[in-house]
């Protein structure tokens, strides 16, 4: 597989560091997921497999069932732009709209960093005939442009903005990086809809033993280490749970020198290059995290206490 530029850049820009003898380099930026249409599709393959629906799919999946008169009330009755952050393709919004269907007028906006994730949004959207989609230059970027992009939807009655950034997509930044970004999106009265994990240590093995088995997972992450110029025989995937986090990493089994134009990197064996991050916090934590944000801060949690989603007002 041809070398990216980009990871590589990234990759001797971080550097490694050192926990005891082994060297681990961390380069778990989500933005290297989806540098290619391949990278993207399998991603979405990832996430219907079944072994990633027992997880976290289903749990807000279910959350969302459970409250959703609740979270519709609180949105009341005035239109609405759903800004659907991190979109992928469409489906975790999807049940959102339908309830939302005939009950308030919105208009659906997917931004998701891969062209490839919004063409997948906005044709599965389309196919629920249910809303206004908006279609613009913007759909396409990170979350750093963000109060650039929201007053452009503040159109005609379109005067409020619901966020989504569902699917743990925040557990895969720094929270107070990406709260501050979006924030900075948002009027007074506008919402923000998180679903994200809880660090819950009675199902962390299980969270684990769940990454390590579904290859969804290695087959979507393996894409970085092999841009890189590594051979696919000479990493292993692992998954491990460290710091309120579960860590997504390969592990070289043999001594590597990768050379790209004037560039050089040393892999000896050992050496562990982390991929993603998933961050779990606990319930307290992640409240006051949230309340440091958002004047208004509601909570529904599973029944196993593993997830959350949290509906916030600005």
């Not at 289903?58 to 459970?66: A, D, H, N, T, Y």
């Not at 491990?240 to 579960?246: H, K, V």
């Not at 006051?288 to 944000?293: A, E, N, P, R, V």
Request: aromatic fraction near 10%.
């Amino acid at each position: 597989m041809q070398v990216n530029d980009l990871i590589l850049k990234e990759l001797l820009k971080r550097g490694y560091s050192l926990q005891g003898r082994t060297r681990v380099w961390d380069i778990s930026d989500s933005k290297l997921w989806y540098l290619t249409p391949e990278q993207a599709q399998a991603y979405l393959d990832l996430v219907e497999t079944q072994k990633y629906k027992e997880g976290i799919g289903p749990k807000e999946l279910s959350l969302l069932k459970e409250n959703m008169d609740s979270i519709i009330k609180e949105l009341g009755k005035k239109p609405v732009n759903i800004i659907d952050l991190g979109c992928g393709n469409g489906k975790k919004a999807a049940l959102l709209i339908e309830n939302m269907k005939g009950r308030i007028k919105f208009r659906y906006c997917p931004i998701d960093i891969s062209g490839y994730m919004v063409e997948n949004a906005i044709e599965n959207i389309k196919k629920l005939d249910a809303a206004e989609i908006v279609e613009f230059q913007w759909n396409i970027s990170d979350f750093e442009n963000l109060e650039n992009i929201t007053p452009l939807l503040r159109k005609s009655e379109y005067k409020r903005n619901l966020f989504l950034l569902l699917g743990n997509t925040l557990g895969n930044f720094e929270i107070h990086e990406l709260l501050h970004e979006i924030r900075s999106g948002m009027r007074d009265g506008d919402l923000l809809l998180i679903g994200n994990g809880l660090d819950n240590h009675k199902v962390e093995e299980d969270i684990v033993k769940s990454c390590k088995e579904n290859k969804g997972f290695d087959i979507f992450l393996s894409y970085i280490p092999l841009q890189l110029g590594l051979a696919r025989d000479t990493i292993e995937y692992n998954v491990r749970f460290s710091n309120s986090r579960i860590e997504f990493y390969y592990t070289l089994l043999s001594n590597k020198t990768l050379k790209f134009q004037e560039k050089e990197v040393h892999f000896y064996k050992g050496d562990q290059i982390i991929v993603a991050l998933a961050y779990q916090y606990e319930k307290e934590e992640f409240m006051s995290y949230l309340h440091m944000y958002f004047k208004n801060v509601k909570i529904y949690e599973s029944s196993d206490g593993s997830y959350s989603l949290v509906l916030c007002t600005k």
